[in-house]
């Protein structure tokens, strides 16, 4: 959670000053010297410092000791509840979706729309895509409109793989649901050279036939959610575009309430503690 007095720095730190607002994000930065670094693929350093709050702790607290390669500016636009969700779920997606080969224009399917997806959908809409959100219930389709849905596939009542062939084939699926059979019955769906993007993790193994692979040359990719200049272009393009998370905020003094309420899946859509009592 990034903390109103912002960095200070120690010795050797470039690139910084003292007092500017920043934040960490999961990736806890980069070596910068080993093959993968020296490649370019940081988000797969094999000597750097981790996960936050994993390898280093990092969360529940004021301040934190984090590597200068960890760090995200926030925009002043942004108060620091509004920005931690965006260096979570959404540098997932917004990172997936502006990596992968749709242009403007092209359909791409959101499947979900709990924290992951209702981001998503607005990320998808804000760079021009045809933006189709599929999930469970006629219910739904209200809030999937509002974030900018273009079409709406209600799972429960449709064949996702034959409505998004209805509508062209969908150039990228962007899977953001814990549910393997939910993403399965989207893989007939893609168009040629399509992908299905997978961030959600089911418990059980993805099955998507070869033939609809080889067919049209279709994929599946595992997206990773981004490095701290992928948090800082979300957060920079989240300003620019108006895209927000919805939260459920809580003071510290309420973690154990806070934190269950998270597990319970309930929350709408994220849940974010503030230093404030
Ligand atoms: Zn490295």
């Known amino acids: 959670m990034p903390s109103a007095p912002g960095v200070m720095l120690g010795a050797g730190v470039a690139g910084w000053t003292e007092g500017q607002r920043a934040g960490v994000g999961w990736n806890g930065g980069y070596c ?29 607290a004021e301040y934190m000791v984090a590597s200068a ?9 942004l108060s620091p ?20 080969a749709a242009r403007a224009g092209e359909l791409v399917a959101v499947l ?12 998808a809409a804000k760079m021009g895509f045809k933006t189709v959100a599929i999930a469970r219930g006629k219910d739904k389709e209200a809030l999937a409109r509002q974030l900018g849905a273009w079409h ?21 699926v962007l899977a953001t649901v814990t549910d393997a059979k939910a993403m399965n019955a989207t893989a007939g769906g893609l168009a040629a050279n399509g992908k299905l993007l997978v961030l959600g993790v089911p418990a059980e193994p993805l099955a998507v036939p070869a033939f609809l692979l080889i067919g049209g040359r279709r994929a599946v990719e595992g997206c990773y959610s981004g490095i701290s200049i992928d ?30 309420r998270m597990i319970s899946g309930k929350a709408r859509f994220r849940v974010v503690l503030t230093m404030e009592s």
Request: hydrophobic residues 40%; contains cysteine; aromatic residues 10%.
């Open 112 to 123: 979900g729309l709990g924290g992951l997806g209702h981001l998503g959908v607005q990320y």
């Open 231 to 260: 948090s800082q272009d979300t957060l920079a393009f989240s300003v620019l575009s108006g895209v927000r998370s919805m939260n459920e905020v809580y003071p510290l003094d309420r973690v154990t309430e806070a934190y269950d």
């Open 32 to 60: 910068g010297q080993c093959d993968f670094c020296r490649r370019g693929d940081f988000f797969a350093c094999q000597s750097g410092w981790g996960v936050t709050g994993v390898n280093f702790d990092g969360g529940y």
């Open 152 to 172: 709406y596939i209600d799972s429960q009542s449709q064949d996702p793989a034959a409505e998004l062939a209805r509508l062209g084939g969908a150039k990228v």
């Open 69 to 77: 390669s960890a760090l995200a500016l926030l925009p002043e636009e």
């Open 81 to 100: 509840a509004d920005a931690a969700p965006l260096m979570c779920a959404g540098v997932t997606t917004f990172n997936a979706l502006r990596r992968s």
